[in-house]
């Protein structure tokens, strides 16, 4: 797509109406759709609020705390419970406290749902999870499955981890949360610049209306985190954006014809399937790029050119190099 990096905004689902529309109208002066897990513990004016909102919604299950104990039947049943609840089939899921469960993975896989987003990349401390989407594959007792589901990583610690002052409904230390809240910005910031950018990757906050937007100033640890982000060439974009891209890309094929002077590329895909903005890297300048259908556009990088343009089926693209 031309850019070096993307970055989502993921809130699960708890805290008061004052404090959603607190990240809400932040979020909205920046022109930024949070995707948000809802579950079945979600109370009327909250649901309808959010339903309202526009905003794409995922599920997190509708009532068991932890997925890691289901067998498949509990599995099934608490995934429809919840798409009965909100009256809808979602496509993307995050287990509570994000302890994905087997099973539950399974069924997950069994009824359509495109993509996971429980397991935490950390490439700060450790290397867990990834920066980069990827299909999951799951095993158990031996046994394991490829599934067609996509993992897009959040960042391994959420607000509740900095900002656990918060918790139970009493009113913070002051000096405590500005600490708390320092070392959070902080934590998100250093997470952007060395374990997102040295490669390239996707950053999707993981947060807390109840935590993050308590109050104007644990606000700032996220507003502080976009304006950082939006200085850098990244697609600020959701999770739903960000599967169906990449489970578009898994669905191409391109047949390359030339030499170091002149190539033709030909795309092979799905008759229904039309993706925006796909970017090829090429090691050498391009001098000028023609495209079947729309414009191709080239943009110089450091280590050579990108090349921008429109894919689906029998499109082509010629490409003169200098």
Same mark, same amino acid.
């Given at each position: ?65 932890? %997925? ?8 099934? !049943? /608490?995934?429809?419970?919840?798409? #009965?609840y909100w009256d809808r089939n979602f496509t993307g899921f995050r287990f509570p406290y994000t302890n994905?469960?087997?099973?539950? $993975? ?37 046994? +394991?499955?490829?599934?067609?589901? *996509? ?7 959420? /607000? ?15 000096? *405590? ?9 902080? +934590? $998100?910031?250093? +997470?952007?610049?060395? =374990?997102?950018?040295? +490669? #390239?990757? *996707?950053?999707?906050?993981?947060? %807390?209306? =109840? ?22 060439? @990244?697609?600020?974009?959701? *999770? ?11 669905? $191409?094929?391109?047949?390359? !014809? ?17 993706? !925006? /903005? ?11 790029? !023609? =495209?079947?259908?729309?414009? =191709?556009?080239?943009?110089? @990088? ?21």
């Amino acid at each position: 797509m031309g850019y070096d990096y993307a970055f989502c905004v993921s809130l699960n689902a708890s805290g008061e109406l004052d404090q959603y529309e607190r990240v809400f109208r932040m979020l909205d002066e920046r022109k930024i759709q949070p995707g948000i897990f809802v579950n079945g513990s979600v109370g009327e004016e909250i649901k309808s609020m959010l339903i309202n909102s526009g905003y794409p919604l995922a599920s997190s299950g509708y009532g068991y705390i932890r %997925h890691t104990d289901l067998k498949y039947p509990q599995a099934v !049943e /608490d995934i429809l419970l919840n798409e #009965n609840y909100w009256d809808r089939n979602f496509t993307g899921f995050r287990f509570p406290y994000t302890n994905p469960g087997y099973w539950s $993975l399974l069924a997950l896989g069994e009824h359509d749902y495109l993509f996971e987003s429980s397991i935490g990349a950390d490439n700060l401390d450790f290397f867990h999870g990834s920066i980069v989407p990827y299909n999951l594959v799951i095993s158990n007792e031996g046994f +394991y499955r490829s599934t067609d589901i *996509l993992e897009i990583a959040p960042t391994y610690h959420d /607000d509740y981890y900095f900002l656990n002052a918060i918790k139970g409904g009493r009113e913070p230390d002051s000096n *405590l949360l500005d600490k708390n809240i320092k070392v959070y910005r902080k +934590y $998100l910031s250093n +997470y952007w610049e060395y =374990a997102v950018k040295p +490669y #390239n990757g *996707l950053m999707v906050y993981l947060g %807390h209306p =109840a935590y993050v937007g308590f109050n104007d100033s644990t606000l700032t640890a996220l507003s502080g985190l976009i304006d950082q982000v939006q200085d850098d060439n @990244t697609w600020m974009t959701s *999770l739903d954006e960000v599967a169906e891209f990449r489970k578009g890309l898994g669905k $191409l094929s391109f047949y390359v !014809e030339g030499d170091v002077k002149r190539q033709k590329i030909v795309v092979d895909a799905p008759e229904y399937l039309v993706l !925006e /903005d796909v970017c090829l890297n090429f090691p050498m300048d391009i001098k000028n790029a !023609e =495209a079947k259908k729309g414009k =191709a556009r080239i943009k110089k @990088t450091p280590g050579g050119s990108q090349l921008i343009f429109e894919a689906s089926n029998r499109q082509s693209v010629t490409v003169e190099f200098e």
